[in-house]
């Protein structure tokens, strides 16, 4: 139910766009968040987007750099990643939850209970 894709190989400094796009038709209540999974470590938070609120957190690491966003008619989620680097190399996933999540959950993959496959980056010279 949630493909997303625009990931690729860029180098330090670079910008990215991911997508993450829903089979249907996303309103009313409900959070997307994106995950990231490098080789070797736990997969972990990267950003989410809560559409009742319009609520944004990003982690620590991120923050600043990367921009989370929604279009509701396309039912696309985005993740604008710029000032990418090699520590950013991770496979991105992105999930949802329908049940309007409540902020302090957000960061939790627990949280969500749709996936889509994830998308490949890598940042290096």
């Known amino acids: 139910q949630l493909q997303a894709f625009g990931g690729g190989l860029v180098q330090p400094g670079d910008s990215l766009r991911l997508s993450c796009a829903a089979s249907r038709r996303l309103s009313g209540s409900y959070a997307v968040a994106w995950f990231r999974q490098a080789p070797g470590r736990e997969r972990e938070f990267v950003a989410a987007l809560r559409y009742r609120g319009g609520n944004r957190i990003y982690a620590d690491s991120v923050k600043g750099r990367f921009t989370i966003s929604g279009d509701n008619l396309k039912s696309t989620v985005y993740l604008q990643m710029d000032s990418l680097k090699p520590d950013d190399t991770a496979v991105y996933y992105c999930?949802?939850?329908?049940?309007?999540?409540?902020?302090?959950?957000?960061?939790?993959?627990?949280?969500?209970?749709?996936w889509g496959q994830g998308t490949e980056v890598t940042v290096s010279s």
């Open positions: 999930a949802a939850d329908l049940g309007n999540p409540i902020l302090s959950a957000l960061k939790s993959e627990y949280t969500y209970d749709i």
